[in-house]
C-alpha cells in the first residue's frame, strides 16, 4: 500500500522558511518523476514544482527562485524547501508524482501559514 506522509508545515512570518518533507513508503520515489502541489482556500490544487528521475528540477514563475525540490534516496523521501515565504504561499502542501497525479497517493497535506 502506497502512503505519501507531508510534514514540516507551520506558522512563519513573511521572509521565513521552512522545509516541508514527503515520505514514501510502498514507492520508491527515486523511480518516479515526484511534485509539489499546494491548495489555497477556495482556490483549485495546484502544482508547485517537481523533480524527474534525473534530478532535473524547476518550479512555477511564483516561487522560482525561492522554493527549491531535492530528494533523498536512501530516506525515500522528498523535500521542499521554502525561502522568503509570503502570504500567498499560504495553503496545504501535498507531494504527489507527475504529469499525472496518482488520485489513490493523495496524503493529507501538510499547512503551511504565511502570517505576521
Known amino acids: 500500500q502506497v502512503q505519501l506522509v507531508e510534514s514540516g508545515g507551520g506558522l512563519v512570518q513573511p521572509g521565513g522558511s521552512l522545509k516541508l518533507s514527503c515520505a514514501a513508503s510502498g514507492f520508491t520515489v527515486s523511480r518516479y518523476a515526484m511534485a509539489w502541489y499546494r491548495q489555497a482556500p477556495g482556490k483549485q490544487r495546484q502544482l508547485v514544482g517537481w523533480?524527474?528521475?534525473?534530478?532535473?528540477?524547476n518550479t512555477i514563475d511564483s516561487v522560482k527562485g525561492r522554493f527549491t525540490i531535492s530528494r533523498d534516496n536512501a530516506k525515500n523521501t522528498v523535500y521542499l524547501q521554502m525561502n522568503s515565504l509570503k502570504p500567498e504561499d499560504t495553503a496545504v502542501y501535498y507531494c504527489?508524482?507527475?504529469?499525472?497525479?496518482?488520485?489513490?497517493?493523495w496524503g493529507q497535506g501538510t499547512q503551511v501559514t504565511v502570517s505576521s
Open positions: 523533480i524527474n528521475i534525473g534530478d532535473y528540477t
Open positions: 504527489n508524482t507527475i504529469p499525472t497525479p496518482h488520485p489513490e497517493y
